[in-house]
């Protein structure tokens, strides 16, 4: 099992090294590629490898991890970036993926927390990071995207990999301006790909991390417009972000539009709960009941507690809000301790 660990870099000084301690047991080899550190980024990394090479920014992410790949001696690589430290390798899981075969990309599980407005949270998300390089490759200057060299259709699964994704935390993002620059490279993109759906996407995103929610409608709504299938693999994020987008933005009435995807997402909690959030804030409580219902089970979702707590508690304040104390409390008990649960039992029982 022969796996060589690619990664690009730029001041990562904080991170690297905390990263490195993590996936250190699991790999075989370490390729850094330095996009122009000016800190002790590349001292760091030579604790740990003799495989650092320069790369020239030339805005382009799919240019700098294609070269990163050209320097790796194994055909199996996992793509790391300097703000995400391994959580859990299950080697056997990792052997028999390989063994497999060599076609398949394996899909790490990415957690990565964050500030939400009541309070700390977490969204998980499965990433193609685990792939065999002799027929795969980047492709997409900004949030680029692993594609086969072939230009053919491929299979993915997840693989036994999980990594903390400290990076996502707002103070971070903040500290290091990754959103201006991911948009401007993004705008930059944009102009000579200007039907590109998974660009529009993108840019919502961005839009929507820095709570620009005019701009991020806009984008989303775009993107909506020019995606050609739904069931590719960014379609279903489109699809729930643009929903959180039109309830942020107070489009209730026109979010509501979105229940005609739930003959792709029916199954999904995280599809599930955004239209129940959608039903609530147009006055269709009972609408909103059973579709927060359909979220809870064993299926996970990428927001924590999406699958468990989070509609049993949204359940309980329709319940409140209704003046059927006696169902809301019930309800609030069912969320195992959650804090906001706990207070609004508190305030009833007063």
Not at 108 to 114: A, E, L, T
Not at 260 to 277: G, R, V, W
Request: hydrophobic fraction near 35%.
């Amino acid at each position: 099992m022969n796996i060589s660990l690619c990664m690009i870099v730029k001041n990562e000084e904080k991170n690297l090294g905390k990263c490195l301690d993590s996936i250190l047991d699991y790999i075989d080899e370490i390729v850094i590629v330095d996009t122009g550190s000016t800190d002790h980024t590349k001292e760091i990394a030579r604790k740990y490898t003799d495989k650092i090479f320069d790369f020239t920014w030339c805005d382009d992410f799919s240019k700098a991890r294609n070269y990163s790949l050209s320097k790796a001696s194994n055909d199996w690589v996992l793509i790391l970036d300097a703000d995400e430290i391994i959580l859990r390798f299950d080697k056997k899981d990792v052997s028999d993926f390989i063994l497999s075969g060599p076609k398949t990309i394996g899909r790490i599980k990415r957690i990565n927390p964050f500030e939400g407005e009541k309070g700390d949270s977490k969204y998980i998300e499965r990433v193609n990071r685990f792939f065999n390089k002799k027929y795969y490759s980047y492709e997409g200057a900004i949030h680029e995207q692993v594609v086969a060299i072939d230009g053919s259709n491929y299979n993915m699964r997840s693989v036994g990999i999980e990594v903390d994704h400290i990076g996502y935390l707002d103070e971070v993002i903040s500290s290091t301006n990754k959103l201006e620059r991911n948009i401007n490279l993004l705008l930059k993109s944009i102009k000579n790909n200007p039907k590109d759906a998974y660009l529009h996407y993108q840019i919502g995103k961005s839009y929507y991390k820095k709570k620009d929610f005019q701009k991020a409608y806009e984008s989303f709504a775009e993107s909506i417009s020019l995606c050609s299938d739904f069931r590719l693999e960014y379609a279903q994020d489109l699809v729930e972000s643009y929903g959180y987008t039109l309830l942020k933005y107070g489009k209730y009435s026109e979010a509501m539009e979105l229940k005609k995807y739930q003959i792709y997402y029916e199954n999904s909690p995280d599809y599930n709960f955004i239209m129940a959030l959608i039903y609530m804030n147009n006055g269709k409580f009972q609408d909103a009941v059973e579709s927060f219902e359909s979220c809870i089970g064993e299926k996970e979702g990428k927001i924590e507690g999406v699958n468990s707590y989070l509609p049993n508690y949204n359940i309980g304040v329709i319940y409140e809000a209704l003046g059927i104390n006696q169902a809301a409390v019930m309800y609030y008990h069912k969320c195992g301790g959650y804090n906001l649960a706990e207070q609004r039992i508190k305030q009833i029982l007063v």
